[in-house]
């Protein structure tokens, strides 16, 4: 057909990004299953199906792609009616439509549809499942990959807690992307939990019997940098006395978490291409190339897209990094999880510290939600374990804490200032820190003070 929007795998791309990133995960999850799998847009156009699928379409139906969903799997020229999976489309709440026991809708053997979301909260279109006969179920192994297909709603995956809309997504993103070899890129504030991602990611997949590795790439020099990842000879340079397996080799069959990509020079940035190109490493000093079996899960707090527009990113590595990216909420976005964050934070918190529960009030909890949490859920983690530690008494008071977002509008337009001039250079000295990863010394600089007057500000505003 003239004009058909499939590329070479038969898969149409969406505008969207969550939903383009779904796309590619349950392509790379829906090619193993025996049964069919597609996805349909709102008018029933077939944007993806597997090859079970194609395969079940009759030879002499001479289906083109695209096509509607009643053409390539109901063999009609029409629509066959009220069809039931079109019930996810009317609303949020929908989380899966059984098709099997409506009359409507069956010629197909649809066996399930289930609602996929856009970055803006929507509906933008279905996952639908058919079985092989009408009255062929799913098979147990098929049940298993459509968990992570379609998830329901829940309040924790792994270690990530939360039932906010953008930790939703997020949960569905990663129980997409986690059985998949192909390369994630964690993009966030600091604080708000990469690599918590990063270790779910590894945790939920099949390779998570095997090693997960952690490397800070911002906090080592190039030529250290490359040689704790790709390892070295004996005598490449002045101290190796030995040769060393380098992190990608110790990483073998398992995970690779890189934190902190954007902090990297060119230099190293074209090496790590070629390892994630060649799928081997080259040691310092030597020629003979390593096979390696590594998934690589990249991470950072700067905007990549805009760092390739500025050239201080490689364009070619961006895209290899970030064949399925994932975007982590600031707190800000997401205050209704702070109740959540804050109940789990002080309980391992009382545990830790061998104290009895402490309960929190709801005065104490008003003032939580409603502070900005610059620091993200690292921020608040680290708030509440210093309450549990430093204060007594069953209640963690207001008494005790201090109520952030809690106190009146004061009336005094000097103290208006005061606070608007406090809240602007926190925020300034916040942004400093990030932009320079953390580096005391790159960000007084940057901020045109003293190190002495940074370190006594960083005290001063908690940071």
Same mark, same amino acid.
């Given at each position: 057909?003239?004009?058909?929007?499939?590329?070479?795998?038969?898969?149409?791309? $969406?505008?969207?990004?969550?939903?383009?990133?779904?796309?590619?995960?349950?392509?790379?999850?829906?090619?193993?299953?025996?049964?069919?799998?597609?996805?349909?847009?709102?008018?029933?156009?077939?944007?993806?199906?597997?090859?079970?699928?194609?395969?079940?379409?009759?030879?002499?139906?001479?289906?083109?792609?695209?096509?509607?969903?009643?053409?390539?799997?109901?063999?009609?020229?029409?629509?066959?009616?009220?069809?039931?999976?079109?019930?996810?489309?009317?609303?949020?709440?929908?989380?899966?439509?059984?098709?099997?026991?409506?009359?409507?809708?069956?010629?197909?053997?649809?066996?399930?549809?289930?609602?996929?979301?856009?970055?803006?909260?929507?509906?933008?279109?279905?996952?639908?499942?058919?079985?092989?006969?009408?009255?062929?179920?799913?098979?147990?192994?098929?049940?298993?990959?459509?968990?992570?297909?379609?998830?329901?709603?829940?309040?924790?995956?792994?270690?990530?807690?939360?039932? /906010?809309?953008?930790?939703?997504?997020?949960?569905?993103?990663?129980?997409?992307?986690?059985?998949? /070899?192909?390369?994630?890129?964690?993009?966030?504030?600091?604080?708000?939990?990469?690599?918590?991602?990063?270790?779910?990611?590894?945790?939920?997949?099949?390779?998570?019997?095997?090693?997960?590795?952690?490397?800070?790439?911002?906090?080592?020099?190039?030529?250290?940098?490359?040689?704790?990842?790709?390892?070295?000879?004996?005598?490449?340079?002045?101290?190796?006395?030995?040769?060393?397996?380098?992190?990608?080799?110790?990483?073998?069959?398992?995970?690779?978490?890189?934190?902190?990509?954007?902090?990297?020079?060119?230099? $190293?940035?074209?090496?790590?291409?070629?390892?994630?190109?060649?799928?081997?490493?080259?040691?310092?000093?030597?020629?003979?190339?390593?096979?390696?079996?590594?998934?690589?899960? /990249?991470?950072?707090?700067?905007?990549?897209?805009?760092?390739?527009?500025?050239?201080? $990113?490689?364009?070619?590595?961006?895209?290899?990094?970030?064949?399925?990216?994932?975007?982590?909420?600031?707190?800000?976005?997401?205050?209704?999880?702070?109740?959540?964050?804050?109940?789990?934070?002080?309980?391992?918190?009382?545990?830790?510290?061998?104290?009895?529960?402490?309960?929190?009030?709801?005065?104490?909890?008003?003032?939580?939600?409603?502070?900005?949490?610059?620091?993200?859920?690292?921020?608040?983690?680290?708030?509440?374990?210093?309450?549990?530690?430093?204060?007594?008494?069953?209640?963690?008071?207001?008494?005790?804490?201090?109520?952030?977002?809690?106190?009146?509008?004061?009336?005094?337009?000097?103290?208006?200032?005061?606070?608007?001039?406090?809240?602007?250079?926190?925020? %300034?000295?916040?942004?400093?820190?990030?932009?320079?990863?953390?580096? %005391?010394?790159?960000?007084?600089?940057?901020?045109?003070?003293?190190?002495?007057?940074?370190?006594?500000?960083?005290?001063?505003?908690?940071?």
């Amino acid at each position: 057909m003239a004009g058909s929007q499939f590329d070479h795998r038969g898969v149409a791309p $969406f505008n969207d990004p969550i939903l383009a990133a779904r796309l590619e995960a349950i392509r790379q999850l829906a090619e193993g299953l025996s049964h069919r799998v597609a996805v349909m847009d709102r008018d029933f156009n077939v944007i993806y199906a597997n090859e079970s699928a194609w395969a079940a379409v009759s030879a002499d139906t001479a289906v083109v792609k695209p096509a509607k969903c009643f053409e390539a799997f109901a063999h009609r020229d029409d629509p066959c009616g009220t069809c039931p999976a079109i019930k996810v489309f009317e609303g949020p709440d929908v989380q899966s439509v059984s098709c099997t026991s409506s009359g409507d809708g069956t010629t197909c053997g649809m066996h399930q549809a289930f609602p996929l979301v856009t970055e803006q909260g929507q509906v933008g279109s279905m996952l639908v499942l058919f079985s092989n006969k009408k009255t062929t179920p799913l098979r147990a192994h098929d049940l298993k990959v459509v968990e992570h297909l379609a998830p329901a709603a829940r309040e924790s995956l792994g270690r990530l807690i939360g039932r /906010s809309p953008a930790m939703q997504q997020l949960f569905d993103m990663i129980s997409l992307v986690a059985d998949s /070899s192909a390369t994630v890129l964690i993009q966030g504030e600091s604080g708000t939990g990469k690599e918590l991602v990063a270790k779910t990611i590894h945790e939920l997949s099949y390779r998570k019997d095997k090693p997960f590795v952690i490397v800070d790439c911002g906090s080592l020099p190039e030529t250290l940098l490359e040689s704790e990842l790709f390892g070295h000879m004996r005598g490449a340079f002045t101290g190796a006395v030995s040769s060393k397996r380098g992190l990608f080799e110790e990483a073998d069959g398992g995970t690779i978490f890189l934190d902190e990509i954007a902090n990297t020079t060119s230099t $190293f940035q074209a090496k790590l291409l070629r390892v994630l190109q060649e799928g081997e490493v080259k040691r310092v000093g030597g020629n003979q190339p390593i096979k390696i079996d590594v998934r690589v899960i /990249s991470a950072t707090n700067k905007d990549l897209t805009e760092m390739v527009m500025a050239k201080s $990113f490689r364009q070619d590595l961006f895209y290899r990094l970030a064949v399925l990216p994932l975007h982590m909420p600031p707190l800000r976005d997401r205050k209704e999880d702070i109740p959540l964050l804050v109940e789990h934070f002080v309980a391992s918190s009382c545990k830790r510290h061998r104290q009895p529960l402490r309960r929190v009030s709801s005065e104490v909890m008003h003032a939580l939600r409603e502070a900005t949490w610059p620091g993200n859920v690292r921020e608040l983690q680290h708030y509440v374990e210093r309450a549990v530690v430093t204060t007594t008494g069953q209640d963690l008071t207001c008494k005790d804490l201090v109520a952030l977002g809690s106190q009146s509008e004061p009336e005094d337009l000097r103290a208006v200032v005061r606070g608007a001039v406090t809240k602007a250079e926190r925020a %300034r000295i916040v942004k400093a820190l990030e932009k320079t990863g953390g580096h %005391r010394a790159k960000a007084a600089k940057l901020l045109k003070i003293s190190r002495a007057s940074l370190y006594n500000k960083i005290r001063a505003y908690k940071i």
